[in-house]
């Protein structure tokens, strides 16, 4: 049975990478999906994909940064499917400087992405769930949320406040029907990663190899599914063992 059948589900960082994998699994498990994306050439062409085969899908290009943009993703769901049951607010970006050259403006753009976009977004996909009775709302994190890395300070300060956020978000919301958690992913193989670093990192994760797009993507939906209707406010690691050493 299709876990997701006939859900309406946001997808930010839809274009590509684990965006990209969870949209092809929704849709495989018989949701409507909205791909987000800065990248307009690669959203549209995703977009004509999955139209082609079969599925029912919009591209909507935003920058989860922009008030105005962000209320625009809602407003243009709503119109079209006339609700939003699932949200995955995974867009996010990546830097390493080390911290003694790190600007104030580079500090500031990295937070206003991977943590001030993952607040606006969340807002806005919990004020349409509470039209409707509710929703699941799956945030990315990482597992350097939860652990230090030397040269990511913003990275890492970003991701600790995604995991925080979620942990507020699921208690304030949990007795009306909406459930918040996170994925926290390790080192997963997608072209965020430049091939020279990949041996060192699989060198240095225990279970010896990069994770997949398809294993988040896996992850996701039970998050995004009745299968965790007990989990709010919690996150979910999947990092190869990373972070139990």
């Given at each position: ?29 018989g ?10 050439e690669k ?89 409707t009775?509710?929703g ?27 995991i ?6 699921g208690?304030?919301?949990?007795t ?70």
């Open positions: 049975m299709s876990k997701l059948q006939d859900k309406v589900a946001i997808i930010t960082g839809g274009a590509s990478g684990i965006g990209a994998a969870t949209a092809k699994l929704f849709v495989e498990n949701a409507k999906v909205v791909i987000v994306d800065l990248n307009e959203g549209k062409a995703f977009e004509q994909e999955l139209l082609g085969k079969g599925a029912e899908a919009l591209f909507i290009k935003a920058n989860i940064t922009n008030e105005e943009e962000v209320q625009n993703i809602f407003s243009t769901t709503v119109e079209k499917y006339g609700r939003v049951d699932v949200l995955f607010n995974n867009a996010g970006i990546g830097r390493v400087t080390p911290t003694e050259e790190l600007s104030y403006s580079e500090w500031r753009n990295t937070v206003n992405v991977d943590l001030d976009g993952v607040f606006l977004v969340a807002q806005a996909g919990i004020k349409e769930m509470l039209k009775g509710g699941s709302i799956i945030n990315t994190a990482s597992m350097y949320g939860w652990v230090g890395s030397p040269g990511s300070a913003a990275y890492n300060a970003s991701k600790g406040g995604v925080n956020l979620t942990r507020s978000l208690l304030e919301y949990a009306r029907g909406i459930r918040v958690n996170a994925l926290c992913p390790g080192f997963i193989d997608t072209p965020i990663i430049p091939e020279e670093s990949k041996e060192a990192l699989r060198q240095i994760t225990p279970m010896q190899r990069l994770g997949q797009a398809e294993e988040m993507a896996k992850a996701v939906l039970f998050m995004a599914s009745d299968d965790s209707s007990f989990m709010t406010g919690n996150t979910l690691t999947v990092d190869g063992g990373y972070t139990a050493q």
